[in-house]
């Protein structure tokens, strides 16, 4: 999978989850990797989240 795209969906992770429809037929490899750059952007994310609300 192009490294732009696995930085986009670690970033954006809505954008890894449709990466990961569009090519879950085509390229499984691809399509695993949008996935997992996803999860990890939506874990950190979450975290990014937790440590705001923990500040106030």
């Not at 696995?6 to 990797?33: C, D, E, H, M």
């Amino acid at each position: 999978m192009n490294p732009w795209l696995q930085i986009l969906s670690f970033l954006v992770p809505l954008l890894g989850l449709i990466i990961y429809f569009v090519y879950r037929t085509i390229k499984p490899s691809s399509a695993n990797s949008a996935i997992q750059a996803a999860a990890w952007g939506f874990i950190f994310n979450f975290v990014l989240m937790l440590a705001r609300g923990m500040r106030h």
